[in-house]
C-alpha cells in the first residue's frame, strides 16, 4: 500500500508564499494521479489541486486558481503545492492524496490514499 507523508506546512503572513510537499512511498506505485484536499474545522474535506502522474494535466480549484501551482517529481515520487499570494482563508490542515479521479466535466473523485495532513495558517 502507498503511504503519503506531508511537509512544508507553516505560519505566514497574507501576501506570502508556501511550498507544501509529498512523498509517495509502499510496495505500490502512484497509478494515475495526485493532488491536494483541504479542511477547515468542522467541514468537509475540500479539494484545492490534482495532477495526473502520466501527462501532467492539471486541475485547481477555482478558489485557488493563479495563486496554487501543483507539480511533480515522479522520479522521487513527490507532489508539491507551491502557494502564492496566501489568504487567511486559506488557513487549514492540508492533505496530500493520490489515485483519484478529476475532471472539469466529471468533477473530483475519492482518493485511495491520504496523507496525515500538515498545518497551513496564514495572518492578517
Known amino acids: 500500500q502507498v503511504q503519503l507523508v506531508e511537509s512544508g506546512g507553516g505560519l505566514v503572513q497574507a501576501g506570502a508564499s508556501l511550498r507544501l510537499s509529498c512523498a509517495a512511498n509502499g510496495r505500490s506505485a502512484i497509478n494515475y494521479s495526485m493532488g491536494w484536499f483541504r479542511q477547515y474545522p468542522g467541514k468537509e474535506r475540500e479539494f484545492v489541486a490534482a495532477t495526473s502522474w502520466i501527462g501532467g494535466a492539471v486541475y485547481y480549484a477555482d478558489s485557488v486558481k493563479g495563486r496554487f501551482t501543483i507539480s511533480t517529481d515522479n522520479a522521487k515520487n513527490t507532489v508539491y503545492l507551491q502557494m502564492d499570494s496566501l489568504k487567511p482563508d486559506d488557513t487549514a490542515v492540508y492533505y496530500c492524496?493520490?489515485?483519484?479521479?478529476?475532471?472539469?466535466?466529471?468533477?473530483?473523485?475519492?482518493?485511495?490514499?491520504w496523507g496525515q495532513g500538515t498545518q497551513v495558517t496564514v495572518s492578517s
Open positions: 492524496a493520490a489515485d483519484f479521479n478529476f475532471s472539469p466535466y466529471t468533477g473530483v473523485g475519492v482518493p485511495d490514499y
